[in-house]
């Protein structure tokens, strides 16, 4: 198999790596697991500092890492800037906060001296996706190496640059050889990966079906696991949220990353008062935003990821405007070089169409207008999944109350669906389990380990 970098503003491939070969995957196994007998002894100011070193290195080169992903996978340069930002961000949460995190916790009970250490497991597998390169390598790295764990990543196969650059500068950073280790190698391999007694755990962000198979795998073989997966996020706008800002935060929702995040508002659920205010609004933002090269500033739309991502959604929503779905913006691709899909409204969605519950990855919104709130929350949760949403309204309290009442892992108010370093990031139904970033995320792969004495 071979990794080729394409830039999808061009559709031109810029360079390609070859996979690793069998035997070559069972040595770097072996190289992590050696790795993990010295690394998880490692004091955690020597683990702080690596870490600190990489997240000051991360802003050093803040462009530089910004245009390979741009050049990689098409997302605007102002975003890709963000994005290594937001990496640096969350290396310094976990190095600053490991220490406290990973603190035994005292559980004296009946005279007993008894505490809950948290030690680490081994070697874990990371499935990353190709919509953030960094953020989601980082996610998942960060809170493990500071807790103890070594790290093998197999990175999407169209960010191969992003996959290297990432493991080369945390070597640059004093990262011992081992701890840290990218791996270009087809799906195939995963299984045994996995099935491998050397390794403990697995985490995967991407699509239902790859999550189904890694789990299946992982429970067979008695491993643990965390899934992030799809996501199909609602938007509600009741009848008294602020218009103006609501429309403004839809744009933001909808189109970070054109669109292309799990956690990306994608049904847009309006109370019927103020259905054709929004939806004017909405329409007319979207209208005014310019396609172009991703590497200029000036460009509000960037290409998708990849042609064929391009294709597969355009497909998507040709299957529902001839199934009877009404489109108020776009429905197309522009007549331009690139793996571009203009930004597009469809209402009138119903469930025999392939974009009701659907995860679209791509410029491309559904609007529902329902008679009211309850009518909202239902809608809301008919969906098989449950990651993230949003309620807009300028009554507080009323949004928590809708809010506690969504069947998904956060829920904002008065915001899309957001993340943070502080904050944990995970899903339920069919958006997986387990839980990122925070002080969760470092205690999803640790014995959480009981040690219980008392006086004879």
Same mark, same amino acid.
Do not use: H
């Given at each position: 198999m071979t990794f080729k970098t394409v830039n999808p503003y061009t559709n031109e491939q810029v360079e390609s790596?070859?996979?690793l070969s069998k035997d070559e995957l069972l040595t770097a196994i072996g190289a992590a697991h050696d790795a993990? @007998? *010295?690394? =998880?002894?490692? %004091?955690? *100011?020597?683990r702080r500092a690596v870490m600190l070193a990489f997240a000051k290195q991360l802003r050093e080169r803040k462009r530089e890492f910004a245009e390979l992903i741009t050049l990689e996978m098409g997302k605007r340069i102002s975003e890709s800037e963000y994005e290594v930002e937001f990496c640096a961000q969350i290396v310094e949460f976990y190095a600053n906060g490991a220490a406290d995190f990973l603190a035994d916790t005292p559980m004296n009970v009946d005279g007993a001296d008894a505490y809950i250490q948290y030690a680490p497991i081994g070697v874990l597998l990371g499935v990353m996706p190709w919509n953030f390169p960094f953020y989601q390598v980082v996610r998942f790295a960060a809170p493990n190496i500071m807790a103890g764990n070594v790290v093998m990543v197999k990175h999407a196969s169209n960010v191969p640059r992003c996959a290297l650059t990432i493991e080369a500068s945390l070597a640059t950073c004093g990262l011992p050889a081992g701890v840290f280790t990218n791996l270009f190698i087809p799906v195939e391999f995963v299984d045994s990966i996995i099935a491998d007694d050397r390794v403990s755990g697995v985490s995967l962000t991407g699509s239902e079906k790859a999550g189904a198979a890694v789990a299946g795998t992982? @429970? %067979? %073989?008695l491993k643990r696991s965390v899934l992030e997966l799809g996501g199909n996020d609602p938007f509600i706008v009741l009848e008294d949220a602020d218009l103006e800002r609501t429309v403004k935060m839809a744009v933001r929702g909808r189109m970070v990353n054109?669109?292309? %995040?799990? +956690?990306a508002a994608k049904r847009?659920?309006?109370? =019927?008062?103020?259905?054709? =205010?929004?939806i004017e609004g909405f329409k007319d933002a979207l209208s005014a935003m310019k396609l172009g090269d991703p590497m200029d500033d000036e460009t509000d739309v960037g290409p998708l990821s990849t042609e064929e991502a391009a294709q597969n959604l355009d497909a998507l929503v040709t299957q529902s405007i001839d199934a009877g779905?009404? +489109?108020?913006?776009g429905g197309g691709r522009p007549d331009r070089k690139g793996a571009f899909y203009s930004p597009t409204i469809l209402k009138d969605v119903t469930k025999d169409m392939p974009t009701y519950d659907t995860e679209l990855f791509g410029p491309v919104a559904t609007v529902y207008v329902v008679a009211d709130e309850e009518a909202a929350i239902k809608l809301a949760? *008919?969906?098989?999944? @449950?990651?993230g949403g949003s309620v807009h309204t300028e009554d507080i309290e009323r949004g928590r109350r809708v809010a506690e009442q969504i069947d998904t892992g956060m829920v904002f108010i008065n915001q899309p669906t957001n993340s943070q370093a502080?904050?944990?990031?995970? @899903?339920?139904?069919n958006s997986g389990y387990g839980r990122e970033l925070s002080h969760l995320g470092i205690l999803e792969f640790v014995n959480k380990k009981l040690i219980h004495s008392k006086a004879r």
């Open positions: 790596f070859e996979s993990f @007998g *010295d690394w =998880r002894t490692t %004091s955690l *100011d020597t992982a @429970g %067979s %073989s054109t669109g292309q %995040s799990c +956690v847009f659920i309006v109370v =019927r008062s103020v259905a054709d =205010r929004f779905a009404t +489109v108020l913006l949760n *008919d969906s098989s999944y @449950g990651l502080e904050l944990p990031f995970g @899903g339920t139904k």
